[in-house]
């Protein structure tokens, strides 16, 4: 796993929010480490949102999860190597 763009006290000098856009589909949930501050969530956003299929991605730091949103199922292992070459670590799908 590649270090997060915050320091070992979870601040982050970079903040920014992306705008979440309406999409209807399948919703799948999925533990994700490393995740503290604003970048990390849109790091987290843009590296997911970019894989095919992908329609909305929601981040909550607090619980460490991601949802992702897309019209047909998607392959774990695309959302995984998103996560990861972003610099998180990809835990599989929560419960």
Do not use: Q, W
Request: net charge negative; hydrophobic share 45%; glycine share 12%.
């Amino acid at each position: 796993m590649s270090s997060s763009c915050c320091s070992p006290n979870n601040t982050c000098s970079t903040t920014g929010t992306a705008s979440p856009v309406a999409v209807d589909g399948v919703r799948t949930v999925y533990a994700v480490a490393g995740m503290t501050c604003g970048h990390c969530k849109d790091a987290i956003t843009k590296a997911v949102g970019a894989v095919a299929g992908v329609g909305r991605v929601e981040v909550d730091l607090a619980a460490g999860r991601i949802a992702v949103v897309a019209a047909a199922g998607l392959d774990d292992r695309l959302i995984a190597a998103a996560v990861d070459d972003a610099g998180y670590e990809f835990t599989g799908r929560a419960a």
